[in-house]
T-cell receptor, first 118, second 113 residues
Framework: DGGITQSPKYLFRKEGQNVTLSCEQNLNHDAMYWYRQDPGQGLRLIYYSQIVNDFQKGDIAEGYSVSREKKESFPLTVTSAQKNPTAFYLC?????????????????FGPGTRLTVL | DQQVKQNSPSLSVQEGRISILNCDYTNSMFDYFLWYKKYPAEGPTFLISISSIKDKNEDGRFTVFLNKSAKHLSLHIVPSQPGDSAVYFCAASGIYNFNKFYFGSGTKLNVKP
């Protein structure tokens, strides 16, 4: 089955520790995204990548890092510099929309990882 | 500052009636809008979209209306069913970066049997 997987579903971290969230897709999508959801707020973009070995900061990138060594994988590291890491993290992927020439492609989301800092 | 706003955090509707979910945006450069549906502990799933060249798009029980002058869009669900109970997010994308979406905070819809 094609889709996006995120692991683990629940993650607990002690303060001061880095933690890496996994995101894998087998949809052959070029673009991948990481969002954060907090209660009462919309999804906020952390990082996105449109091609292997390239990625751009979203609106709330501070305290996070990513890598895109393979098309299928886009892991997110929550570093100790992130002041409020407890949140629900969502990974998404899409084909690449051609800006100005066509509509953007729909983003498909994984099931999410709930990170709790103890 | 949120560029996409859903001012109603929750909505309760009787089964069979119409559900209307609203969304406002501030950036006039947005020209593509989407609605996503999210069940608890799952990722959002795409529901319906509309381009700024249209003012209405329909897909079965779901219709999205866009009022560009008011920077407002709405999602109508007719008739509402208990399985429609979920959180609904609207999202917007602009012509300068099609792949970057801005999401609203969501509206939790409860359809009562």
């Amino acid at each position: 089955d094609g889709g996006i997987t995120q692991s683990p579903k629940y993650l607990f971290r002690k303060e001061g520790q880095n933690v890496t969230l996994s995101c894998e897709q087998n949809l052959n999508h070029d673009a991948m995204y990481w969002y954060r959801q907090d209660p009462g707020q919309g999804l906020r973009l952390i990082y996105y990548s449109q091609i292997v070995n390239d990625f751009q900061k979203g609106d709330i990138a501070e305290g996070y890092s990513v890598s895109r060594e393979k098309k299928e994988s886009f892991p997110l590291t929550v570093t100790s510099a992130q002041k409020n890491p407890t949140a629900f993290y969502l990974c998404a992927s899409s084909l690449m929309g051609q800006t100005g020439t066509s509509a953007p492609y729909t983003q498909y989301f994984g099931p999410g990882t709930r990170l709790t800092v103890l | 500052d949120q560029q996409v706003k859903q001012n109603s955090p929750s909505l309760s509707v009787q089964e069979g009636r119409i559900s209307i979910l609203n969304c406002d945006y501030t950036n006039s450069m947005f020209d593509y809008f989407l609605w996503y549906k999210k069940y608890p502990a799952e990722g959002p799933t795409f529901l319906i979209s509309i381009s700024s060249i249209k003012d209405k798009n329909e897909d079965g029980r779901f219709t999205v209306f866009l009022n560009k002058s008011a920077k407002h869009l709405s999602l109508h669900i007719v008739p509402s069913q208990p399985g429609d109970s979920a959180v609904y997010f609207c999202a917007a994308s602009g012509i300068y970066n099609f792949n970057k979406f801005y999401f609203g905070s969501g509206t939790k819809l409860n359809v009562k049997p």
